[in-house]
């Protein structure tokens, strides 16, 4: 959303529009700490992959 401001807006019509944004949903990756379960080390798994674009 994108509000423009001028000199001449009024500070509580710009409340109201502030009060009516609805929020941005983010990203929740903590409920998928931990879900992977291996027995080899990450960095190791994490190289692997890079190295297969060589």
């Not at 509000?3 to 509580?12: A, G, P």
């Amino acid at each position: 959303m994108v509000v423009i401001l001028n000199k001449d807006t009024d500070i509580q019509n710009l409340k109201k529009i502030l009060a009516e944004r609805k929020p941005v949903k983010k990203f929740d990756a903590k409920k998928f700490c931990g879900v992977l379960k291996t027995n080899k080390d990450g960095l190791k798994i994490q190289q692997q992959l890079r190295n297969e674009w060589k």
